[in-house]
């Protein structure tokens, strides 16, 4: 049986850490998703560091992820197109335990 295409919007709300020796994307931080970039938080690098992490997650292209909300702070709302909606459950049940995604 073919893999489900996912045709919808998610929209959530990411929580960036940057400057990380150990990039991912799991976990949770008063309901935002925890996104761990190596990237410092100067010009934009994170931010795009961020996106670029969460399409990865989802499995989607990075111009899939659009960035709603929250340029330059590191709490962030964005849309991602054609995510599967259980993969974020599992992302946010994703804590630090080792688990790269």
């Known amino acids: 049986m073919p893999a489900a295409r996912h045709t919808g919007v998610v929209r959530i709300t990411i ?3 940057p400057g990380c020796t150990r990039p991912g994307t ?5 309901g935002a998703l925890v996104v761990r ?3 410092r938080a100067v ?7 961020a996106l670029a992490a ?3 997650a989802f499995g989607v ?3 899939a992820v659009t960035l709603i909300a929250g340029a330059s702070g ?6 991602v197109s054609g995510a599967d ?3 974020l459950t599992r992302l946010l049940a994703n804590a630090r335990s080792g688990d790269p995604t």
Do not use: F, L, W
């Open 54 to 56: 969460v399409a990865t």
């Open 15 to 17: 929580r960036v850490r």
């Open 26 to 30: 799991g976990g949770e931080y008063n």
């Open 74 to 79: 590191r709490t962030k709302i964005i849309d």
């Open 43 to 49: 010009g934009g690098q994170a931010t795009e560091a």
């Open 37 to 39: 970039v190596s990237a």
């Open 85 to 87: 909606p259980a993969a």
């Open 61 to 63: 292209r990075r111009h």
